[in-house]
């Protein structure tokens, strides 16, 4: 099993409507998680941090977090063609790996207009 | 957020050279690492650089072939020695501030290996 699993993919969704993007991790000690946006040819981006239980929203993305669960999303309403990318789920496991993040494989988002 | 320096952007280099790449941030930062990632592909940590000391390598990566430096908290570099084209790929400097905080990516080195 990987430490990190995300969605394969590509997700496709119509202008306007909600993206959900769905990231599980293996490790319970998991304590940081990330979400990055990565255009193609361009180097990641970071869209949301997500640190404890519960929903964390920053305009039209929402990152929702349950560790009993292990399982982080991102929600991203209203998409807009702008939206279509690569995106990539991290997670830091605090104990065992010194601060680096471990990244799933990325979920590719079209959005069509 | 940080700002990155990464460079080259790209390059193009002979099977059997040497190319180092820098990353500059414009402010201290605990963690530098250095991530390859090839076409199409998730990222793949090369090493974590340590200042004022050896880098920590991945599993699969080693100081011989990757050698990385980080002489102070806002630059690093990563040099990837004797290429063969099996080194062509995307390669990023990333910076967090603190422990196990959200990282930022430089540009990237689009390396080939001809």
């Known amino acids: 099993q990987k430490e990190v699993e995300q969605n394969s993919g590509p997700l496709s969704v119509p202008e306007g409507a909600i993206a959900s993007l769905n990231c599980t991790y293996s490790d319970r000690v998991s304590q940081s998680f990330f979400w990055y946006r990565q255009y193609s040819g361009k180097s990641p981006e970071l869209i949301m941090s997500i640190y404890s239980n519960g929903d964390k929203e920053d305009g039209r993305f929402t990152a929702q977090l349950n560790k009993a669960s292990q399982y982080v999303s991102l929600l991203i309403r209203d998409s807009q063609p702008s939206d279509s990318a690569t995106y990539l789920c991290?997670?830091?496991?605090?104990?065992?790996?010194?601060?680096?993040?471990?990244f799933g494989d990325g979920t590719t988002l079209t959005v069509k207009p | 957020s940080a700002v990155i320096s990464q460079k080259p952007s790209r390059d193009i280099c002979q099977r059997g050279t040497s190319l180092t790449i820098q990353c500059q941030v414009d402010?201290?930062?605990?963690?530098m690492f250095w991530y390859r990632q090839q076409p199409g592909q998730s990222l793949t940590l090369i090493a974590t650089?340590?200042?004022?000391?050896?880098?920590?390598?991945e599993s699969g990566f080693v100081i011989d072939k990757f050698p990385i430096s980080r002489p102070n908290l806002t630059f690093s570099t990563l040099t990837v020695s004797n290429m063969s084209p099996e080194d062509s790929s995307i390669y990023l400097c990333?910076?967090?501030?603190?422990?196990?905080?959200?990282?930022?990516f430089g540009q990237g080195t689009r390396l080939t290996v001809v």
């Open positions: 402010s201290q930062v605990t963690m």
């Open positions: 650089a340590n200042q004022g000391s050896e880098a920590t390598y």
């Open positions: 990333s910076v967090a501030r603190a422990l196990n905080t959200e990282a930022f």
């Open positions: 991290a997670v830091n496991i605090y104990n065992t790996n010194a601060g680096k993040s471990t």
